[in-house]
T-cell receptor, first 113, second 117 residues
Framework: EAGVTQSPTHLIKTRGQQATLRCSPI?????VYWYQQALGLGLQFLLW?????ERNRGNFPPRFSGRQFPNYSSELNVNALELEDSALYLC???WGLGQETQYFGPGTRLLVL | AQSVAQPEDQVNVAEGNPLTVKCTYS??????LFWYVQYPNRGLQFLLK??????LVKGSYGFEAEFNKSQTSFHLKKPSALVSDSALYFC???????????????FGKGTKLSVIP
């Protein structure tokens, strides 16, 4: 069974640009979660999608947004990039609303110059 | 609000010795507790979880964890450490009795485990 996949593996952008990160969940999983792992800040929850709807978002500004497609894959968009957005962005998926175990992808490392 | 504390930034243990990585939590309802491991430049791998039932939970790669409700702890243990266990370990919690707004996990800061040959 294929795991969670993310693309690209690395992304280099400059301040003010937009970044788009993609995630494909494990087959059959309907929930997708996004987390940011920045140096010194640990893992912080960004967004949660289930059945195409945004269910919850963490304490991040509106320039962090995303969506979930009918095939349950997901996209994270970060607008007006700032230097402090440099981090590893991790996507996780689970079976559905309230299902407890989240399985993580390898992440996308975003570097903002 | 839910929170997790991993009081040790780093744990060093000799190969073959038992290891313990500590975790304490705070939630308003029943805790769902998890341990994940992260190798350098990789995502998180699920090790084990406690939802309900036996307080001693067994997981992948010989790891186990003990849920202690009175001490609000969920320490990760392994009887005999391997050099290949060296990695970053994260404890996570979510409130099992909250509504839809709380399904995301709250993670501790992580503990770096170094197993010395």
């Amino acid at each position: 069974e294929a795991g969670v996949t993310q693309s690209p593996t690395h992304l280099i952008k400059t301040r003010g640009q937009q970044a788009t990160l993609r995630c494909s969940p494990i087959s059959g999983h309907t929930s997708v979660y996004w987390y940011q792992q920045a140096l010194g800040l640990g893992l912080q929850f960004l967004l949660w999608y289930d059945e195409g709807e945004e269910r919850n978002r963490g304490n991040f500004p509106p320039r962090f947004s995303g969506r979930q497609f009918p095939n349950y894959s997901s996209e994270l968009n970060v607008n007006a990039l700032e230097l402090e957005d440099s981090a590893l962005y991790l996507c996780a998926s689970s079976w559905g609303l309230g299902q407890e175990t989240q399985y993580f992808g390898p992440g996308t490392r975003l570097l903002v110059l | 609000a839910q929170s997790v504390a991993q009081p040790e930034d780093q744990v060093n243990v000799a190969e073959g010795n038992p290891l313990t990585v500590k975790c304490t939590y705070s939630v308003s309802g029943n805790p769902y507790l998890f341990w994940y491991v992260q190798y350098p430049n990789r995502g998180l791998q699920f090790l084990l979880k406690y939802i309900t039932g036996d307080n001693l939970v067994k997981g992948s790669y010989g790891f186990e964890a003990e849920f202690n409700k009175s001490q609000t702890s969920f320490h990760l243990k392994k009887p005999s450490a391997l050099v290949s266990d060296s990695a970053l370990y994260f404890c996570a919690v979510r409130d099992g009795e909250s509504g839809a707004g709380s399904y995301q996990l709250t993670f501790g800061k992580g503990t770096k485990l170094s197993v010395i040959p």
